[in-house]
């Protein structure tokens, strides 16, 4: 082959590969995709072209933004050839949809091979009727009315007991009554055992007389017991043993009572284990140990008159020639006549009547002053 020959070869094939390019492109551009050239991916290929090859490819239907702007929704926006995409086509515009058109959607994307025939709808429709019989809105109703019967339950029979927080002095001497301790079924109440001076006095052991009427929780150390009422009306009693107390501490457990005693501090006469500074002067009239067992609570001695103390958070009455006093301070004059102090660290005193006071506070001395006598 010349020279010529070869050179015209070579342009006549390079015009042919032109042509083909250009008719490729052509068919892109006019929308025209063959039906033998396999759906190309996402990436490489617009919504449009997409969407064309599924018409030319024998797919019905078209998206739901190309179908008009209008809340229209038929079956026309699922593509079916031989089955059923279902909802999980993308192209579905689903946000302007209502709930039963949802369902119609998902209803319609099933196979519809074999269709269902006059008994098995009837079938269906019966289990349906036995399995749901009511109404969308008699079920709503129904949980209404469920709904009321709990609440209603949850209400007690009787008002719930008023809860306090009391405190009680133990005589052990022969012959007193043992005081009660009031429980309630649903509540929990700590008994709190501490000597003259405050301190707690560890509890060494206890028997209770109706074991299936309360549950009581102990450490095995503390002096702290937690009881709980599991009958609604019951009573019986408990006898606590005290670190080296030989005297056993007896107390009446009632329930079903108007008033719950949340907790209960108990105070024994004597010095337990715990004490670190032994007090001076302790033995007090038996008449003051239940006036000031009543200001560690906070109670006013009957009969008296209430002061008002400048200088600390305190409270103090005035009942004859003696002023009972509340406070956390410690009083170092004039000299107390009577003490008592709660686990919480809450002491009352009964000193004698006078407009000042000497206390501690944080280790150093300060003035309390006393006006409305």
């Given at each position: ?94 946000s302007a949809m209502t709930f039963e058109q949802n369902q119609q959607v998902m209803v319609d994307s099933a196979p519809a091979n074999p269709a269902p025939n006059a008994d098995s709808i009837a079938a269906f429709n019966s289990m349906l009727k036995q ?17 009321v019967a709990q609440r209603a339950a949850a209400i007690p029979a009787n008002i719930p007991p008023k809860p306090v927080s009391s405190t009680l002095m133990i005589n052990l001497a022969p012959g007193t009554t043992p005081p009660a301790v009031r429980l ?41 017991l937690i009881i709980q009422a599991v009958s609604p009306y019951s009573d019986g009693d408990i006898v606590v043993r005290l670190v080296g107390l030989p005297t056993p501490v007896t107390l009446e457990l009632v329930s079903g009572q108007r008033v719950v ?113």
């Amino acid at each position: 082959m010349t020279y010529m020959a070869k050179w015209l070869y070579k342009l006549a094939s390079l015009l042919l590969l032109t042509i083909g390019i250009v008719s490729i492109s052509f068919a892109q551009q006019s929308n025209v995709v063959p039906a033998t050239v396999p759906a190309p991916s996402s990436s490489t290929m617009s919504t449009d072209q997409f969407q064309n090859w599924l018409q030319s490819n024998g797919y019905a239907g078209k998206s739901a933004s190309s179908a008009g702007s209008g809340p229209q929704v038929s079956n026309d926006n699922i593509f079916t050839q031989g089955q059923n995409v279902g909802a999980n086509n993308s192209f579905a515009d689903t946000s302007a949809m209502t709930f039963e058109q949802n369902q119609q959607v998902m209803v319609d994307s099933a196979p519809a091979n074999p269709a269902p025939n006059a008994d098995s709808i009837a079938a269906f429709n019966s289990m349906l009727k036995q399995q749901m019989p009511l109404a969308p809105q008699q079920v709503v109703q129904l949980r209404q009315q469920i709904d009321v019967a709990q609440r209603a339950a949850a209400i007690p029979a009787n008002i719930p007991p008023k809860p306090v927080s009391s405190t009680l002095m133990i005589n052990l001497a022969p012959g007193t009554t043992p005081p009660a301790v009031r429980l309630a079924s649903g509540y929990v109440s700590s008994l709190v055992f501490v000597d003259s001076t405050g301190a707690p006095w560890p509890i060494a052991a206890f028997d209770v007389g109706n074991p299936r009427a309360v549950n009581i929780q102990w450490d095995g150390k503390s002096n702290i017991l937690i009881i709980q009422a599991v009958s609604p009306y019951s009573d019986g009693d408990i006898v606590v043993r005290l670190v080296g107390l030989p005297t056993p501490v007896t107390l009446e457990l009632v329930s079903g009572q108007r008033v719950v005693d949340y907790r209960v501090d108990i105070h024994v006469s004597g010095i337990g284990p715990n004490t670190k500074d032994l007090p001076v002067g302790i033995a007090l009239p038996s008449g003051a140990n239940q006036l000031l067992l009543g200001v560690l609570d906070g109670v006013a001695p009957a009969g008296s008159r209430e002061l008002t103390v400048i200088g600390a958070d305190c409270q103090a009455w005035l009942l004859g020639e003696k002023i009972y006093l509340r406070t956390r301070l410690t009083v170092l004059s004039p000299g107390w006549v009577g003490k008592m102090v709660s686990p919480d660290g809450m002491q009352a005193y009964e000193i004698p009547k006078t407009s000042s006071v000497l206390i501690s506070r944080f280790g150093e001395p300060a003035e309390l002053k006393i006006e409305g006598f």
